[in-house]
């Protein structure tokens, strides 16, 4: 997975960051961008340990 959440996160990042809206970036900064990242983050995280979506619940038989 790591082989493409990097590459995928740099370039989503770049976009936002670095390009020039008159090329098709958004033009928001570094700060701006980590802030906006740190954000998502925060939320899927929270989102994660609220409803324990990623949790798997074993019955004590499937243990052995």
């Known amino acids: 997975m790591y082989v493409v ?3 995928l996160g740099a370039s989503i990042g770049d ?3 670095q390009n020039d809206p ?3 970036g958004w033009g928001l900064g ?3 961008t ?3 990242f740190l954000a998502a983050i925060v939320v899927l ?3 994660l340990v609220i409803t324990k979506k990623d949790q798997v619940v074993l019955n004590p038989e499937e243990v052995k």
């Open 5 to 7: 959440t990097r590459p």
């Open 34 to 36: 980590s802030y906006i």
């Open 30 to 32: 570094t700060t701006d």
């Open 15 to 17: 976009q936002m960051a």
């Open 45 to 47: 995280v929270m989102y």
């Open 22 to 24: 008159k090329y098709g």
